[in-house]
């Protein structure tokens, strides 16, 4: 009753925030039987305390285009819960950012990192800047202009930004320089996914993928399954497909579908060789919108503006894009695949109906975003505290610390699950192990 109260209270006075409602409706009721075990939950007011950001900034950021025009676009910061660290969490540039997606961002970011085992709280920012066909001037000059007004706001122990979609170690890079201009000191520990001649850590780009890939082996070891040999689908081709992509392969896997904004890609052998692996990379960086170059490049089958959703000859899908891709046409299609492991990694893939579609099909492995994506935050993490110690690690030390995180995160999921007699449930599991440690801490540190 409780739950069910707090989240129509929710639904009512951000009905016109979906995406945020949708973060907030998949956390807690898949906390439901933690929630019922804990009656002082509710004294304490805490679901609604934990829907509220804890500080969310709005903010102007004015730039001048190349043709000398003034430009003015609006910047986000939300601090959503620092109970278990500093905020952390990426900034994402896209032209349709807005309050919900922030808000849905750090919100599932927050529970996101209580996996991860580091103390790192939940945040997330960005700006409806618009990066596509922007001159490099252009981008540094709005990057210039986006942290003077966020500056005095973070810092290596208050809040941690890194990269998102549209904010890559370029970005990362103006960022950074601009906050240590401001500040007059070399504060390096606060933005992650920095380049590696100033601070950045050594698979950090990879982290998110390779994590995933790292997850995924762990749910096929449960179901007495190999990687090897398996043939995966994935949306999207940024920079986490690319980790997924060249992990996948060098375990024996391989990725036969990508897909981006123009379409999708097959290639039956497998985006395997390092030749592919690097095309795939580059192409990001110089066409954001279109995956057919690859296609036209290595003679393979381009299918325009449909999605691979429902295709039978892989045996993963790993939804790698944007939120909400996966709808419920297409959990349909995946159902009727007869495909057996559905492993989300882009931040909530799947819409509400879809999930629950997926969820309730026995014969599918739903293993959810917070926990499959985790590794690449986990490592921002390994990074802050590389800074800190100022010193660097190896690429094997950070390599075994991520692999270790990620069989740390399905084991704790499992367990989290069982403990309510749940079964093998992944989603469940860990909302539940996030939402427990977030809990914890909120309730030992008093009513605020
Ligand atoms: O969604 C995410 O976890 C990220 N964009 C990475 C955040 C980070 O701080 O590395």
Redesign the pocket.
Known sequence: MYIDNEIERIRQKYHNQPEFVQSIEEVFCSAKPLIEAHPEYQKADLLHRMAEPERMFRFRVVWTDDEGKVRTNVGYRCQFNGAIGPY?????FQKNINESIIKF?AF??TY??ALTGLP?GG??GGSDFDPAGRSEDEIMRFCQSFMTALYRYIGPDID??????GVGRKEIGYLFGQYRRLKGNFENGVI??KGLSYGGSLI?PE??GYGAVYFLNEVLKHENDKLEGKRIGVSGYGNVAWGIIKKAAELGAKVTYMSGPDGYVHDEEGICTKEKIDFVQELRLTDPLHCKPYADRFGCEFVPGKKFWGTKDVDIYMPAAVQNDVDEVSAQKIIDSGVKYYIEVA?MPTTAQALEMLRGCKDIIVAPSKAV??G??????L?MSQNSERLSWSEEEVDELLHLMMKNIHKNSMIAASEFNLGYDLVAGANIAGFKKVAEAMMEQGVF
């Open positions: 952390k969490g990426g900034l994402r961002l599932e970011q996101k990192n790192i945040g997330k941690v930004p890194a990269g998102d979609m992650t996914g950090r982290a998110t931040n994506n985790a690449g935050v986990g490592v921002s993490a990074e």
